[in-house]
């Protein structure tokens, strides 16, 4: 009896020590575990915030798209005005011709005739301002529209690496 005594003594301080060893190895595993969760909310964070940037860039490329399309129409606009004053200086500068060859003809008075070439001389310098002007903002549309592209170049880049 004495001997059946001792072994289950021993039987339970082995269980004891057993019961400890499972109680460290669940308390070691509850760690991983509360390790784990917090490692995977982290990335869930950073998966919500690159959604986000994502939805930013996405919504910055539609808007870029959208401008592009103005400054191209604005542009279309102002290279039919461009060549609508071009036509307009061609015209009148063949009046001009036209007149200073009737002038040489004698046709009208010298005065009269000087008085026509002045006007259109006036014309002609404010239609070639006009012309210019637009040439410039002409040029600063295209300007526009490069500047535009290389934005829509650059965040289609950046959509992509991501």
Known sequence: LEKQKSRLAVDTEEAHAEAERHQTQITQMEKRQKQFDRIIDEWKHKLDDVNQ?????????RNSSTELFKVRSSNEQLGEQVDAMRRDNKTLAQEIKELQEQLTDGGRSVHELQKVVRR??????????????????????????????????QIRSEIEKR
Do not use: F, M, P
Not at 55 to 60: G, M, N, S
Not at 132 to 152: H, T
């Open 53 to 61: 940037e994502l939805d930013a860039v996405q919504r910055d490329g």
């Open 120 to 153: 259109l001389d006036i014309e002609k310098d404010e239609l070639q301002r006009a012309l210019d002007e637009a040439e410039a903002a002409l040029e600063a549309e295209e300007s526009k529209v490069a500047r535009s592209q290389a934005e829509v170049t």
